[in-house]
């Protein structure tokens, strides 16, 4: 049986989250193996909303005070994640999860909140080898000169560690500047 056709039987033909019937799909639960034991059964506004986090209506995802009490390992960490996500730490702490559920979705949250986006001055997401112009005149502290307003910097390079910073060569030094003072071209 396949895992699409499996998660059907087990979730009754609806999401295992909101209950919706609608456009009805296949969601691992990150880090996953891809079984039916860790995916869930989704519908496609529950899974555009988990697919993206910046997209997310609190108001649909009330159906997590249900969901949470479920049996199935993947809906209960999937309701966890979720509701860290959302800040509703009341509902978190009132949560029961065996030990494995909790080291699998503390991995998850884990795992996305080690993910570092730079943005510029604008909140335009930066991408390695970009091109940037910068918005003010800066002292260049131990190079002995100013990098002056205007000035575009080409294939910047992204720390892995430290969102608000990238790297590039201005007057063909290599420098880090601070994304606040920066936009990209």
């Not at 509902?91 to 909790?102: A, I, K």
Request: hydrophobic share 40%; aromatic share 4%; proline share 1%.
């Amino acid at each position: 049986m396949s895992v699409e056709k499996e998660l059907a039987v087990r979730s009754g033909g609806i999401c295992e989250l909101c209950g919706s019937s609608e456009g009805l799909g296949v969601l691992a639960v990150a880090p996953s193996d891809g079984s039916a034991d860790q995916s869930i059964f989704a519908c496609s506004t529950c899974q555009d909303q988990i697919n993206n986090p910046d997209t997310m209506d609190e108001n649909h995802f009330n159906c997590l005070n249900d969901s949470m009490w479920s049996e199935v390992s993947a809906i209960k960490v999937i309701s966890y994640i979720l509701l860290n996500k959302l800040g509703r730490q009341d509902l978190v702490e009132t949560m029961y999860l065996e030990e494995d559920e909790q080291k699998w979705g503390d991995s998850a949250l884990n795992a996305s909140a080690n993910k570092i986006v730079h943005k510029d001055a604008n909140g335009v997401v930066l991408q390695a080898g970009d091109s940037v112009v910068i918005l003010k005149d800066l002292e260049v502290k131990g190079a002995g000169f100013t990098a002056k307003r205007g000035t575009t910097v080409t294939r910047i390079a992204l720390s892995a560690d430290i969102d608000d910073h990238i790297e590039g060569r201005v007057n063909g030094t290599k420098i880090f500047l601070k994304t606040e003072f920066l936009k990209k071209v």
